[in-house]
Structure formats: structure tokens, C-alpha cells
């Protein structure tokens, strides 16, 4: 089975037309337009809502699913980017966290953030040298939007598409709260969020008895 990596087209594309246009511009500056709109092409990576089942204080880890915990395998890695998506960010904070595979949080109270003693599926990680992440887990699990979330009132019981969570914040950028979701994904299209945010959406390929996917991060600089 082919270990090629999945790519962020929100990304990976910008690179690759980013050299293009550099080449373009040394020939001629009549033709700055590709330039330009490579440029358009790369942005920091979008914000999502943080959801009600945030909580602070996850333990630092990598391995967010223990071996036992039921649902399909899936190893997620990516690079945290500057805003030119180019540049690596090493030691910028990942907070990860999502729903078991039967849609269900560690804790099912929302806004839930200090009366839990015990973290499941969430963990904190630093980007390596390279600003690159592992992180080892299983596919989420989709669920109903809860009723009574002010604000969300009129989106209750609607069911989420699957999604992982993601809080990545480094020391000169912008903090982004962002979530990822799987291509193919039914309920990705009707979603309130989702369906506004197609850059957040990865592919996974099934790579023996686990599943491999990669969410590039690009933050804003700070200054
Ligand atoms: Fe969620």
C-alpha cells in the first residue's frame, strides 16, 4: 500500500505556484497577475468554532487513542507554516482533541472545561524542529449538535459531520481554533461550518490497518 502523503491542497498548491510565479517574475514584470494570484492562493489556515466540548489542561501526548480504544486507527501528521506557507514553525502548542468513535466526548457536559479529572482522546503536542506533528488516534465518530447552546439553538440535533479539533498557537503568530474533516463525509455539505470551509477537509488513505491523513497548519504572523 502506497505511503505517499496526503496533501492540504490549501498548502501544497500555493508552493508549487509560488515557484512558478517566482520564475515568471524574474522574465517579465508585465506579467506580475500570476504572482498576484499565487499570492491569493495562500492564506493562514481558516478558524472554526471551538464547539462546546473544549477543555483546558490536556496531558502532553501524542498518542491520543490508548491501544484499546475502539474505532478505526488513524495517524494524522502535518507542518505548522507561517503565513508565507513556506517557512516551518518549530515548537508551536497543538491542542487536539475529538469525539470517540461513537460520537462521544470525554465528557458529555458542554462548556465542561474543570470538573473532569481524566482526559480521553485530547492531548497537547509541540511541532518538532522542522515544525512538523505526529499524532496517533481513531477516526472520530459523528454527533448531534446539543440543544440549548446559545447561539447554536436552531442547529440542535443536527448531526456534525466526523471532525477533529485543533488549537495551534505559536509564540510571533496567530493563534488558530480550526477543525478538519474527512473528505467524503455526507453530512460535510449541510453543515453550517464545514460546508463554508472545503480547505479543512483532508483525505485519508488506509495504509495497512491504519489510516494516514495530513492537515498543514498555516498561522498568521503577529506583527
Ligand atoms: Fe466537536
Redesign the pocket.
Known sequence: MSKAPIVNPAVAIPRRVFLQGSAVMVGSALLARPILAAKQLCHPTQSDII?P?YRFGAPFRTQLASLGEPGDRLVLTGTVFSSDCAMPLPGALIEVW??NAAGL?DTNKPGNFTEARTFNLRGMLYTNEKGQYEIETIVPGR?PIPPNLPGLEKYAGMT?PA?I?MRVMESLHVPVTT?LYFKGDPFIADDPWAGLKPSLVIDLKQDGKVRRGVFDVVLARGF
Open positions: 464547539g466540548y475529538q469525539a466526548y454527533y456534525r471532525h479539533h477543525q
